[in-house]
């Protein structure tokens, strides 16, 4: 094959791709599949859905994104230092101040601390200033229909976020959010929107891109429905000896371990804590060693919200950092 050959060939076969790319998803049986859902079982329109999926496009950038989440890849001691600086710290009291009156209807009305709602908008969007530039359809499309592993999760997500965009006459081709679908403020899938996002400010529309007191009240909602314990802790440091059984470590994030059954084996609790209380123990890296924490009922509830110890132990630790700042 001369080289002009080579050359003429893959310029075709990019052709091919973009075309391919450029066509969308209306052909697709799973995607025809789904519309024939969505006609069957909330009566939308069958010609209006297809063209909807014909304008998804495939993005590659967001399946490489998903095979390398930080959460996944980054041990603590540098997963924290991402969220865990001071421009997070002063954004944020920055931003309390300007919402200082919603943070306080929170506390009241959703027992939920203000701080924790803060340090999840932080961790999540830098307080609404980075949401995400991928439309949200191509997003959900993409992962539904080209991601396998999880192909079961992003086709349900994909059908709450076209039977939301229709309950609240959005333009499912104009919203935009991040590379896995999550949108607004606090980042919310389609099925939490649709469960757990509310209208906090009363004007009569829920708004999590562009209305922060929706965004605040619609995070703290979703932290007091999964459970929040007002006036309880997250977590509690512990200090651990060399036997203490790897398998604890290991097995969820769900608080089922005893604190006196922690003790016996090696892993003691550095604050009071009632020795039937149930806690997750969490081991997490160092540059040098371990640091040992207990995770508590609070805790697992933002581990709700992302489920990974150390999203959750960001979340707790910015919290510590913005609340000493609001009572300077």
Known sequence: MTKAMAVRLLALWCGWQAAAASAGYGDLPAARALVDELVEERGLDRDHLLQVMASA??????????SRPAERVKPWYEYRQIFLNEQRVTEGLAFYRTHEATFRRVQAELG??????????GVETSYGRITGSYRV?????T??????????YFSKELKNYLILTAE??????AMQGSY??????GQFMPSSYRSYAIDFDADGRIDIWNNPVDGIGSVANYLRRHGWRSGEGVVVPAAASAEVPEAWFGLG??????????????????????DETLVTPVRLELE????????????YVITRYNHSAMYAMSVYQLSQRLAAGLVQ
């Open 57 to 66: 496009e495939r993005q590659e950038r967001i399946l490489e994104a998903m």
């Open 112 to 121: 939920v601390p203000p701080e924790i709602v803060l340090a999840i908008l």
């Open 137 to 141: 359809l191509d997003a959900l499309a």
């Open 143 to 152: 992962l539904a229909f080209d991601y396998p592993r999880r192909s079961s």
């Open 168 to 173: 609240q006459q959005l333009d499912p081709l």
């Open 180 to 185: 896995a679908g999550a949108m607004g403020y």
């Open 253 to 274: 994030l769900v608080p089922k371990r005893r604190v006196d059954e922690l003790k016996v084996g090696g892993l003691r609790a550095r604050a009071p804590l009632e």
């Open 288 to 299: 040098e060693g371990y640091e040992y924490w207990l995770g508590l009922h609070n805790f």
